[in-house]
């Protein structure tokens, strides 16, 4: 590795440093303030580059990469408003808890605020978005100074992958000139010869190490009370959201197995599908729980959340309903995720390091209480109503999607939804199955920006099949990163539910206002989605019943690329279709409305 000038040096020697710290990939984008990094990493063997052309969809492909590898990936871009197109993936990336690496390029001191071309305020651009930010100035290479480099690149990269992960911000000021020519003014003879090693300074062997800064365990004092009170409490449940860790759906089941607590398991929280025991996993509440007379009826004691709160609506009505019970949260980062302010008691630790910490303080298991068997009936006759429903809909029913879906998927499979309609038809539509199916979202902000970058990340980390199932207006904000599946040569199976607008917001009280809704609400666009598939080289299929989207979806499955599947659909059908699943099942609800105020 050659350091031509001060800005090689540097940048070649926070480039090396992260890599011994276990950086693996990095998103870079085009620019010409941004050489110093993007031609180190270029350099950099042991690194492998993903380059896109596009800031906002390079931000969400090193999302989606990092959530699915566990480990942080960088991202490299220019000054000025490139920067600025990464916050949307980087406010993600905080409230979603995944570890990225932001490195901005930006103009030396003397030229910010002085009118120079491509030069915005970068300095702390993503305020409380990020874990850490720092100004990296290129100054005088000594060995003090290259010390000071090459620790702040361990320090950068353990603190974006300590518990809670994040994003974390280095801004680089360059100084031309950018391209690496030789400056023989510029530094000692040895970095002319390329002697890394000679400017380790303190950091050597093995990169310095912050995660044991981040102790994670709950206290057991307070663990211990929890567990003795919990022994006397027969009304309880269990509320677990989205949840990536390994080990926890495993974990929490076999808890909830021996409490005989029901799980109100979010379909993004692992715990509905797999080979664990999912005997206390319920998996329809959001239909029962609209039920008003029903969720005041059912009052529990106890509740204990994991995370963040699950996408079902009227469950998050349920828990702020029941405010009354004693609610436990448990719940790692900052962000204190109680928007009703129900918490009793906050675990500010890890959902595995608190299940783990508690059960061995759990040793007899209960029998099957009222309770628990209540529950568990009213969860399989609402779920038999509901299949037998959508099973009698021959038109493109959006939410018939999932289940098709699930019985066409394999183990393995990275199911990844976009915000809005599809991941709460996902919750509702998709049942409790075996399969190992491994649910995303970008659920930390939610938005509906970047999704299919996102998407074509994970697919990136190496994961065999991926399948994204997205909105129309979801699509068209992200069909930039549709290129990433051509540079890279990616597989991913993309349908798209195309109701020519944006579905979600007919299931609002705003619809009844017919005279600004559709122009402001609906936005209707007229678009398919052929043309975009024949720009980026998709192969592309527009279904119009069943066995053609069986047949796109096993065809994609079992071939490469990236295959986009169209499916037409229209937003005021949608609304009376998941009306008639909710009235079908109502006669259902009832008799267990009955059957609870006989017990």
Sequence with gaps: MKFENRNY???????????????RDVCICPGSRSSPLAISFARHSGIRKWTHLDERSAGFFALGMARNMGRPVAMVCSSGTASANFLPAVAEARYGLVPLIVLTADRPPELVNWGALQTIDQTRIYGDHVKLSVNAEAKEVTTDSMAYIRT??????????GSPEGPV??????????EPSIILTDFPEKILEGDLEAWHGRVTGDPFVLNSVYENMPNMKDLKTLASYMSGV????????????TGFANLITKLASKWKYPIFADALSGVRVGSHDRSMVLDTYDAYLRDDDLSTLVSPDLIIRFGPLPVSKSLAQYL????NAYQVLVDEGDNWRDPFRIVSQFFNVSPVSFCEALTPLVNEEREHSIWSQWWMQTNLAVRQAIERQIDSYDCMFEGKVFSRLSNLIDDGTAFFVGN???????????????????????RGASGIDGVVSSALGIAAAGTRKVVLVIGDISLYHDMNGLLAAKLHRLNATIVVLNNNGGGIFSFLPQADHTDFFEE??????????????DLYGLNYSFTQDWNAFDGAVNESLSSEGISLIEIPGDRVDNVELHGDVWNAISETVKNQKDLYSAL
Excluded at 9 to 23: I, M, N, Q, T, Y
Excluded at 169 to 178: G, M, S, T, Y
Excluded at 432 to 442: I, W
Aim: glycine fraction near 6%; hydrophobic fraction near 35%.
């Design 520 to 533: 402001y609400f609906g936005t209707p666009h007229g678009l398919n989605f052929r043309s975009t598939a």
């Design 320 to 323: 702020e309903k029941h405010k």
């Design 234 to 245: 027969e009304h309880g449940l269990i509320v677990c959201g989205t949840n990536y860790q």
């Design 420 to 442: 809005s309609m599809p991941v709460r038809d996902l919750d509702t539509f998709y049942h409790t199955s075996p399969k190992s199916v491994n649910f995303v979202a970008n």
């Design 152 to 161: 702040l690149a361990c320090k950068v990269y353990a603190t974006s992958s």
């Design 169 to 178: 911000h280095v801004n680089f000021p360059f100084r031309e000139p950018l």
């Design 9 to 23: 040096a540097f940048a070649g020697a926070f480039v090396d440093e992260l890599a011994r710290s276990g950086l």
